[in-house]
Nanobody, 133 residues
Framework: HVQLVESGGGSVQAGGTLRLSCQVS????????MAWFRQAPGKKREGVAALVTGGNTGGGSTYYTNSVKGRFTISHDNAANTLYLQMSSLNPEDTAMYYCAADHRRQHRTLISQGYLPVDFDAWGQGTQVTVS
């Protein structure tokens, strides 16, 4: 049973930085596709970034939605079993609840590697609020 717990959200001024963390339990990064989504009030949930690790073969893939390319970086720490989202040059349009998500299906790993982020992940965290003013 996969459990995801986000932290690191907060309020920052435009141009600032934040690092979100997602503590993962019940799985390993090599078995799952991992992603960050966000949802602003009155808007649909949006995929922000995703990560597929290469496991024992090395390599891996990342995905970023266009609006965060060059500003956000998704990464992971195997030893700490933690997923990160480093966010810089934040602007008010980045204000949202940010969710960590995981999915075990091979299809999701393949789609992300091909540059497409599905939205139907099967495990979600409770979210952490990011407010940019």
């Amino acid at each position: 049973h996969v459990q995801l717990v986000e932290s690191g959200g907060g309020s920052v001024q435009a141009g600032g930085t934040l690092r979100l963390s997602c503590q993962v339990s019940g799985t390993t990064f090599s078995s799952y596709a991992m992603a960050w989504f966000r949802q602003a009030p009155g808007k649909k949930r949006e995929g922000v970034a995703a990560l597929v690790t290469g496991g024992n073969t090395g390599g891996g893939s990342t995905y970023y939605t266009n609006s965060v390319k060059g500003r956000f970086t998704i990464s992971h720490d195997n030893a700490a079993n933690t997923l990160y989202l480093q966010m810089s040059s934040l602007n008010p349009e980045d204000t949202a609840m940010y969710y960590c998500a995981a999915d075990h299906r091979r299809q999701h790993r393949t789609l992300i590697s091909q540059g497409y982020l599905p939205v139907d992940f099967d495990a979600w965290g409770q979210g952490t609020q990011v407010t940019v003013s």
